[in-house]
């Protein structure tokens, strides 16, 4: 306990003395094996003010609801024709976080899987969630929060506010069973960059050196460290609490220049540069009007109304001035220069495609 007491101290004085441009090691890695697990599951909202699935169209919710009813020694007709408008089958899914125990609650997420108009007003009834091992690891149930809304009239207007089809339910899932980790065991845990990079392992590595002394920490590759850490559970989560504090220089993200085609957003990073290269872009407007004439014969004359086509065509083009990318110009002078000449989104678009090709654009060009 005296020695981690000292090194607790030892960290703390680091800490102190750590550089301004840095980052905490939480913030740009994770534990391997401490992560969030998936959850899914099945069942039944009932409750639906008549906005629930239309059965003869969904029968698996009938299905669903003549095996719940025969849990209960409910036992359904064979061949009725039951309607149930005020019943909905919804797929559960939840987040499971790490370390949680059972008892604790979780939110959930409950959508319809049928033709169902609203779940709004509906409960949710007992159902179990299960991981992709098969086990079951929470159980939900309770009352939906749905934040839109779905009215109709009898003419068969219909107004719809966001999607009334999908709600969370706070809390509304009991873990029923942890999640095994590999957190407590062996002398060792590996740190997962959350975006790999060969300078920040680096990083990492000389500053948890620097601090506890050689060989405590090692890269494995980019994107993960390796740290020798106490046997004791108690130690170990001391050890992580001031070590994850731990600030750490990242290195440069690579130069990368992301376009969205769909909205015309385009974000430039900070270390995009340019080659030396001269452009000029013109906007080319090209006009055409429809005029059609009318000729009309004189009357008591054998001859017929015709209409004869008038079209007019124009081209614009509007001139542009021509820019000058210097050696190494940075990303202030390219929206500088591109702001100059009045260029539209789309206009920067096709110029940074054009750097791109013409190889005078040094990042990565993205189009999502």
Not at 36 to 63: A, E, I, K, M
Request: hydrophobic share 45%.
């Amino acid at each position: 306990m005296k020695v981690l007491n000292a090194l607790v101290v030892m960290m703390l004085v680091a800490l102190a003395a750590a550089p301004v441009q840095a980052e905490r090691l939480k913030d740009i890695a994770t534990i391997s094996g401490v992560r969030t697990n998936q959850l899914v599951g099945y069942g039944l909202v009932v409750g639906l003010n008549g906005s629930g699935d239309q059965t003869t169209q969904t029968p698996f919710t009938v299905q669903t609801f003549n095996n719940m009813l025969a849990q209960f020694g409910i036992k359904v007709p064979a061949g009725g024709n039951v309607q149930l408008k005020n019943v909905a089958a919804v797929s559960i899914h939840a987040d499971l976080p790490p370390f949680a125990k059972p008892g604790q609650t979780i939110d959930i997420t409950v959508s319809s899987i049928g033709n169902a108009k609203s779940l709004r007003g509906g409960s949710l009834l007992m159902a179990p969630l299960k991981g992709i091992d098969g086990n079951v690891y929470a159980i939900a149930q309770g009352n939906l929060v749905v934040g839109g809304f779905d009215a109709g009239g009898a003419d068969g207007s219909r107004i719809t506010v966001n999607v009334p089809s999908a709600g969370r339910i706070p809390g509304g899932a009991t873990v029923e069973r942890p999640v095994p980790s590999a957190f407590n065991q062996g002398n060792t845990l590996t740190l997962n960059l959350n975006r790999p990079d060969f300078t920040t392992a680096k990083n990492i590595v000389d500053q948890i050196n620097d601090l506890l002394g050689p060989g405590v920490a090692q890269a494995l590759d980019g994107g993960s460290v390796s740290i020798s850490a106490p046997l004791d559970p108690s130690q170990r989560v001391d050890y992580l609490s001031i070590l994850e504090n731990l600030e750490v220089e990242v290195g440069q993200a690579v130069a990368k220049v992301i376009i969205n085609s769909r909205t015309g957003t385009i974000v430039i990073g900070q270390n995009v540069r340019v080659q030396p290269a001269a452009v000029t872009h013109g906007s080319l407007t090209v006009t055409i009007s429809e005029d059609p004439q009318v000729s009309q014969p004189n009357p008591f004359s054998d001859g017929q109304t015709v209409v004869v086509p008038n079209s007019r065509v124009s081209a614009e083009q509007e001139a542009k001035p021509m820019f000058k990318f210097g050696p190494g110009t940075t990303l202030d002078e390219i929206v500088r220069a591109v702001n100059q000449v009045g260029a539209a989104p789309g206009d920067l678009m096709a110029i940074l495609e054009a750097l791109k090709q013409a190889g005078a654009l040094q990042a990565d060009l993205i189009v999502i």
